[in-house]
């Protein structure tokens, strides 16, 4: 069985792939020349959603496509099939990107920032610090990787509420809510935190109205999809004081232009899309996982719904 292996690192990922799966035969490249010649070849498509978009759209076509990234986008454009068998990249992100979340609020509440900036002013800056027990943290997507961060979350007592495409019972969150209540949410959040997808019900979610519900004290964390904040709705808020701060990690555009408003807005700070790299070693157990499920006909991990975008 020959295996595209479209990535950045296809060497890495060959080598893993031979270690785990010798039997495949394996062609990788992140050259769109060689890709669309190794693509004809092979049935079975792994790699970044950026580089493998461009295939479809030549016409060819997998019998089965694992993703390396959790977020599909370019593979759900209005011109490209939807007839084949699409797996994102779950169960892998959970950890890393619990440790990103948990490191902002530390931040946060800690006021690391602040006293880094009292030091190079050489400026004593003796405030104590709030703890995270007690805190209530609102997480909007409570998919894989959202549960996994509520769980991480938990033992330090936070108090937990979600938000998802409707309401639902998910321990260890005290409640999850509907994408229609987070508006009623909002303003009892110390933590507001998007890790939603991008999908149409979700694009523009949080605006100028949103933000004017929040309190005042509240830190904003995007580990979503940019296009789920108006950019200069956030800016606004934090700029009339209606959120504590902010930390964005995906944009709309990315990298973030030159004289972008994200770049000196009062307390933001970016991250630069790098809250949950893929863990190749990961990434390549779920694909041999899928890899024997393909082959008995079963249940994929992490199948894609064309018609809801996840």
Same mark, same amino acid.
């Given at each position: 069985?020959r295996?595209?292996?479209?990535?950045a690192?296809?060497?890495?990922?060959?080598?893993?792939?031979?270690?785990?799966?010798?039997?495949?035969?394996?062609c990788?490249?992140?050259r769109?020349?060689?890709?669309?010649?190794?693509?004809?070849? #092979?049935? @079975?498509?792994?790699?970044?959603p950026? /580089?493998? %978009?461009? +295939?479809?759209?030549q016409g060819? &076509?997998?019998?089965?496509?694992?993703?390396?990234?959790?977020?599909i986008?370019?593979?759900?454009?209005?011109?490209?099939p939807?007839?084949y068998?699409?797996?994102?990249?779950?169960?892998?992100?959970?950890?890393?990107?619990?440790?990103?979340v948990? #490191?902002? @609020?530390?931040?946060?509440?800690?006021? /690391?920032? %602040?006293? +880094?900036a009292?030091?190079?002013? &050489?400026?004593?800056?003796?405030?104590?610090?709030?703890s995270l027990?007690?805190?209530?943290?609102?997480?909007?997507?409570?998919?894989?990787?959202?549960?996994s961060?509520?769980?991480?979350?938990?033992p330090?007592?936070?108090?937990?509420?979600g938000?998802?495409?409707?309401?639902?019972?998910?321990?260890?969150?005290t409640?999850v809510?509907?994408?229609?209540?987070?508006?009623?949410?909002?303003?009892?959040?110390?933590?507001?935190i998007?890790?939603?997808?991008?999908?149409?019900?979700?694009?523009?979610?949080?605006?100028?109205?949103?933000?004017?519900?929040c309190?005042?004290s509240?830190?904003?964390?995007?580990?979503?999809?940019?296009?789920?904040?108006v950019?200069?709705a956030?800016?606004?808020?934090?700029?009339?004081?209606?959120?504590?701060a902010?930390?964005i990690d995906?944009?709309?555009?990315?990298?973030?232009?030159?004289?972008?408003p994200?770049?000196d807005?009062?307390?933001?700070?970016?991250?630069?899309?790098?809250?949950?790299?893929?863990?190749?070693?990961?990434?390549?157990?779920?694909?041999v996982?899928?890899?024997?499920r393909w082959?008995a006909?079963?249940?994929?991990?992490g199948?894609?719904?064309?018609?809801?975008?996840?």
């Open positions: 069985m295996v595209l292996i479209a990535e690192d296809h060497a890495l990922y060959a080598e893993l792939l031979r270690e785990q799966a010798p039997e495949l035969e394996l990788g490249s992140d769109p020349d060689e890709l669309a010649e190794y693509a004809a070849q #092979c049935p @079975l498509w792994l790699g970044q950026d /580089l493998l %978009a461009p +295939l479809l759209r060819l &076509q997998p019998q089965w496509l694992q993703s390396t990234w959790a977020g986008t370019p593979l759900l454009a209005n011109d490209l939807t007839t068998p699409l797996t994102r990249a779950i169960g892998i992100f959970g950890q890393v990107m619990a440790e990103y948990l #490191c902002h @609020l530390l931040a946060h509440e800690r006021q /690391l920032f %602040a006293r +880094l009292a030091q190079v002013e &050489q400026r004593w800056d003796n405030r104590l610090p709030q027990r007690g805190r209530k943290a609102l997480i909007v997507g409570t998919g894989d990787i959202g549960l961060v509520a769980q991480f979350l938990a330090f007592g936070l108090e937990l509420y938000v998802a495409s409707s309401p639902r019972h998910l321990p260890p969150f409640k809510a509907g994408l229609a209540d987070l508006p009623r949410l909002v303003g009892d959040a110390d933590y507001l998007n890790l939603l997808p991008d999908t149409p019900a979700t694009r523009d979610i949080y605006d100028a109205a949103l933000f004017a519900d309190k005042p509240a830190l904003f964390i995007n580990a979503g999809r940019g296009l789920a904040v950019d200069q956030l800016v606004n808020a934090l700029q009339q004081g209606q959120l504590a902010a930390v995906v944009c709309r555009e990315e990298p973030l232009p030159a004289g972008h994200f770049w807005a009062p307390r933001l700070q970016l991250t630069g899309h790098s809250s949950a790299p893929t863990d190749p070693y990961l990434l390549v157990q779920l694909f996982d899928n890899l024997t082959r006909g079963g249940e994929l991990r199948q894609v719904d064309f018609v809801r975008g996840y």
